[in-house]
């Protein structure tokens, strides 16, 4: 059969396309029907099936912070996923107390997906809650003034507009809070 | 056997001048000239942010030149002004010659080069602008991205319609490479682009999608159209037939099936069904067919050949460039193995592979076609054999300086990860001298991009000068 895709284009387009397809579309339009947590918000009231707590939708706020995340290519150093692996659920941890794992029942209202795929910096996909704004604004500022040896870039044009600064610090809030995994407001000053 | 016909074709144009006037290349020309620039502007883009690694300062407080807009602007540069670019230039050249018939339009070849830089300069200001789409490899806002999607098309449709109207019956190997580009590359592209962009396509599901497009922009679009460039020009270069036309089949079709399948091996371990994880895992293993197919067959084309190497700088690069293609590729599946992720995987190994491939296999392969292709399009000699001979050597060493230490850079950083008591900013701190040697080595790549350049540009220039002298021809 393949010795005639040789001489017909017709035959070998459709042959070189029709490979393409089995896989092509097994791996991306079936898996999202498939397994149901890709679609359904993250949402657990019963604590012996673990974490407890709700995902809710972006403010218009968090939505503009979201947007800067994007416009800085932070996705470019920061990945946000705490993997299934020992080290990064304690590294995503606070406090001793171990971070759960991330489930992408968690990343539904993401408009733009922000895995990442290089950790220059630490995950970021349980930053929410441990920093407050003061750290955020100086830490934007120069990032060395906080964590000597950082290779951070600064972003003054963010830490000095106060509208820019309070929107990304809100984006920043938001991530991993669906999961109630440790108490509130507990911000390191 | 079955290779004989294009192998003879092609030394008998090579040998007759008769044989090769039938072709303008003026579409070539374009393209090959436009990408060897775009290659040595984007490798100051890329100097830069090797740069900022080292002096975190560096041109930091301009919004303009952060990291995060230019590194985007590094990766599409790359792919898409300069080795796109050039694989498309390529392609102008290889598919007329192997259908022996003219390419079916100069003008609509030269009107996509120009739409090309319509698209490379909008990509420029937009990713320093920070208009990027944010989805890696499809940084490209929508509105360019419809430039690149109607550029494609009328580029498959140069390339289908040359094919349509061949002379000869039976297609070569990099023909197929070449419509195999083109089909697969309009769909990724779209689901990468456009699929990902649908309501209600977001979080995981539009990460999936996102890494089906950026694994196969490297396996559908840069790995078939560098091998269409080997396939042809290992024979040509070397003078010797293809070793197996069957091997050949037997790699390209293993590429159609295997490689589409592998997406989700970019989130091992990561908020992704399990089951879809260790399909891309089974399938990342199985690219080790296509792969060494077709370095098999590479190597042993040259068989009895080997001397060639040191006074053919297009071999040396070709051969080179075949070899990091096996490393890369072995690299590849053993990455997808889940004990092995849970050290490389987010760390400076990866850049190491990826550059390993983009920058050791596919572009190597590339500007071997470009040494072969532009002083036959120029009617004239390469401007200086020497200058290539360096250009080789300062993107060989460069390279491998770069490649060794992200490995080992990583790998450390990695098993440092996985010990949590070490601080997250230690291990910062400890790959300081990693990305000194990234820079260092980056500074050499960059001089052989500029040898590189300088010697097309002039080849060109000395090809303009002698035509001028002799106007007679035709």
Same mark, same amino acid.
């Given at each position: 059969?393949?010795?005639?895709?040789?001489?017909?284009?017709?035959?070998?387009?459709?042959?070189?396309?029709?490979?393409?397809?089995?896989?092509?579309?097994?791996?991306?339009?079936?898996?999202?029907?498939?397994?149901?947590?890709?679609?359904k918000?993250?949402?657990n009231?019963?604590?012996?099936?673990?974490?407890?707590?709700?995902?809710v939708?972006? %403010?218009?706020?968090?939505? *503009?912070?979201?947007?800067?995340?994007? /416009?800085? $290519?932070? !996705? @470019?150093?920061?990945?946000?996923?705490?993997?299934?692996?020992?080290s990064?659920?304690?590294?995503?941890?606070?406090?001793?107390?171990?971070?759960?794992?991330?489930?992408?029942?968690?990343f539904?209202n993401?408009?733009?997906? %922000?895995?990442?795929?290089? *950790?220059?910096?630490?995950?970021?996909? /349980?930053v $929410?809650? !441990? @920093?407050?704004?003061?750290?955020?604004?100086?830490?934007?500022?120069?990032?060395?003034?906080?964590?000597?040896?950082?290779?951070?870039?600064?972003?003054?044009?963010?830490?000095?507009?106060?509208q820019?600064?309070?929107?990304?610090?809100?984006?920043?809030?938001?991530?991993?809070?669906?999961?109630?995994?440790?108490?509130?407001?507990?911000?390191?000053? | 056997?079955?290779?004989?016909?294009?192998?003879?074709q092609?030394?008998?144009?090579?040998?007759?001048?008769?044989?090769?006037?039938?072709?303008?290349?003026?579409?070539?020309?374009?393209?090959l000239?436009?990408?060897v620039?775009?290659?040595?502007?984007?490798?100051?883009?890329?100097?830069?942010?090797?740069?900022k690694?080292?002096?975190?300062?560096?041109?930091?407080?301009?919004?303009?030149?952060?990291?995060?807009?230019?590194?985007?602007?590094?990766?599409?540069?790359?792919l898409?002004?300069?080795?796109?670019?050039?694989?498309m230039?390529?392609?102008y050249?290889?598919?007329?010659?192997?259908?022996?018939?003219?390419?079916?339009?100069?003008?609509?070849?030269?009107?996509?080069?120009i739409?090309?830089?319509?698209?490379?300069?909008?990509?420029?200001?937009?990713?320093?602008?920070?208009?990027?789409?944010?989805?890696?490899?499809?940084?490209?806002?929508t509105?360019?991205?419809?430039?690149?999607?109607?550029a494609?098309?009328?580029?498959?449709?140069?390339?289908?319609?040359?094919?349509?109207?061949?002379?000869?019956?039976?297609?070569?190997?990099s023909?197929?490479?070449?419509?195999?580009?083109?089909?697969?590359?309009?769909f990724?592209?779209?689901?990468?682009?456009?699929?990902?962009?649908?309501?209600g396509?977001?979080?995981?599901?539009?990460?999936?999608l996102?890494?089906?497009?950026?694994?196969?922009?490297?396996?559908?679009?840069?790995?078939?159209?560098?091998?269409a460039?080997?396939?042809?020009?290992?024979?040509?270069?070397?003078?010797?037939?293809?070793?197996?036309?069957?091997?050949?089949?037997?790699?390209?079709w293993?590429l159609a099936f295997?490689?589409?399948?592998?997406?989700?091996?970019?989130?091992?371990?990561?908020?992704?069904?399990?089951?879809?994880?260790?399909?891309?895992?089974?399938?990342?293993?199985?690219?080790?067919?296509?792969?060494?197919?077709?370095?098999?067959?590479?190597?042993?084309?040259m068989?009895?050949?080997?001397?060639?190497?040191?006074?053919?700088?297009?071999?040396?690069?070709?051969?080179?460039?075949?070899?990091?293609y096996?490393?890369?590729?072995?690299?590849?599946?053993?990455?997808?193995?889940?004990?092995?992720?849970?050290?490389?995987?987010?760390?400076?190994?990866?850049?190491?592979?990826?550059h390993?491939?983009?920058?050791?296999?596919?572009?190597?392969?590339?500007?071997?076609?470009?040494y072969?292709?532009?002083p036959?399009?120029?009617?004239?000699?390469?401007?200086?054999?020497?200058?290539?001979?360096?250009?080789?050597?300062?993107?060989?060493i460069?390279?491998?300086?770069?490649?060794t230490a992200?490995?080992?850079?990583?790998?450390?950083?990695?098993?440092?990860?996985?010990?949590?008591?070490?601080?997250?900013?230690?291990?910062?701190?400890?790959?300081?001298?990693?990305?000194?040697?990234?820079?260092?080595?980056?500074?050499?790549?960059?001089?052989?991009?500029?040898l590189?350049?300088?010697?097309?540009?002039?080849?060109?220039?000395?090809?303009?000068?002698?035509?001028?002298?002799?106007?007679a021809?035709?």
């Amino acid at each position: 059969m393949l010795d005639k895709t040789d001489k017909n284009a017709m035959g070998f387009i459709a042959a070189a396309l029709g490979l393409f397809f089995i896989g092509g579309l097994l791996t991306t339009v079936a898996p999202p029907l498939l397994d149901k947590s890709w679609n359904k918000p993250f949402e657990n009231h019963d604590p012996t099936k673990g974490p407890t707590g709700k995902l809710v939708a972006y %403010t218009d706020q968090e939505m *503009r912070g979201y947007r800067i995340y994007i /416009r800085e $290519g932070c !996705k @470019y150093c920061h990945t946000q996923q705490t993997r299934t692996l020992l080290s990064d659920v304690k590294r995503s941890g606070w406090k001793g107390v171990d971070s759960p794992v991330s489930t992408p029942d968690e990343f539904v209202n993401d408009w733009r997906q %922000t895995f990442g795929t290089k *950790r220059t910096g630490p995950d970021l996909s /349980r930053v $929410g809650g !441990k @920093y407050n704004k003061q750290w955020h604004k100086a830490h934007f500022n120069n990032p060395r003034d906080l964590v000597p040896g950082s290779i951070m870039p600064p972003f003054p044009w963010i830490a000095n507009n106060p509208q820019e600064l309070d929107d990304l610090v809100a984006y920043l809030q938001t991530r991993g809070r669906a999961k109630d995994w440790r108490p509130d407001n507990d911000y390191e000053k | 056997m079955a290779t004989q016909p294009a192998i003879r074709q092609g030394s008998s144009s090579a040998a007759g001048l008769a044989v090769q006037d039938i072709h303008e290349d003026t579409t070539v020309k374009w393209f090959l000239l436009g990408a060897v620039c775009y290659f040595a502007v984007v490798g100051i883009i890329a100097l830069i942010i090797a740069a900022k690694f080292v002096w975190p300062q560096f041109l930091g407080s301009i919004s303009y030149f952060t990291y995060g807009r230019m590194r985007p602007l590094h990766v599409n540069g790359m792919l898409f002004g300069w080795l796109l670019a050039a694989d498309m230039g390529l392609a102008y050249y290889l598919v007329p010659r192997l259908c022996g018939v003219k390419l079916w339009s100069e003008k609509l070849g030269v009107a996509t080069s120009i739409l090309w830089n319509v698209i490379i300069l909008s990509a420029i200001v937009t990713l320093l602008g920070g208009y990027q789409k944010g989805l890696e490899y499809a940084d490209l806002p929508t509105p360019v991205a419809v430039l690149v999607v109607i550029a494609w098309i009328m580029f498959g449709t140069n390339i289908f319609m040359t094919i349509l109207n061949r002379k000869y019956e039976q297609m070569y190997v990099s023909t197929w490479y070449l419509m195999g580009t083109i089909l697969w590359t309009a769909f990724v592209y779209l689901t990468g682009n456009f699929a990902t962009l649908l309501p209600g396509v977001t979080g995981v599901n539009q990460a999936n999608l996102n890494w089906m497009y950026t694994h196969n922009a490297v396996g559908l679009i840069f790995t078939p159209a560098g091998l269409a460039v080997a396939y042809y020009f290992i024979p040509r270069a070397s003078n010797s037939p293809l070793y197996s036309h069957k091997l050949s089949m037997i790699g390209f079709w293993s590429l159609a099936f295997v490689y589409v399948w592998t997406g989700a091996h970019h989130m091992l371990h990561g908020p992704i069904s399990e089951w879809l994880q260790t399909i891309a895992i089974v399938f990342s293993v199985m690219l080790l067919i296509p792969v060494w197919a077709v370095v098999y067959n590479f190597i042993a084309t040259m068989k009895g050949q080997w001397h060639q190497l040191g006074d053919n700088v297009s071999l040396k690069f070709l051969m080179s460039g075949t070899i990091f293609y096996l490393l890369t590729c072995f690299q590849g599946p053993m990455h997808s193995l889940r004990s092995v992720n849970a050290i490389v995987s987010k760390t400076d190994w990866i850049p190491g592979h990826a550059h390993m491939a983009v920058l050791g296999t596919f572009s190597f392969m590339a500007m071997a076609g470009v040494y072969y292709v532009t002083p036959r399009i120029f009617h004239t000699k390469l401007h200086s054999e020497t200058l290539a001979n360096w250009s080789f050597w300062l993107f060989l060493i460069g390279g491998l300086g770069m490649f060794t230490a992200l490995w080992l850079g990583g790998f450390w950083q990695g098993w440092q990860w996985n010990n949590p008591s070490i601080p997250f900013i230690d291990t910062v701190v400890a790959l300081e001298p990693v990305w000194m040697v990234r820079f260092l080595s980056g500074i050499i790549i960059f001089s052989g991009i500029v040898l590189f350049m300088f010697n097309i540009l002039s080849t060109a220039i000395d090809g303009g000068k002698s035509s001028a002298a002799v106007p007679a021809r035709s």
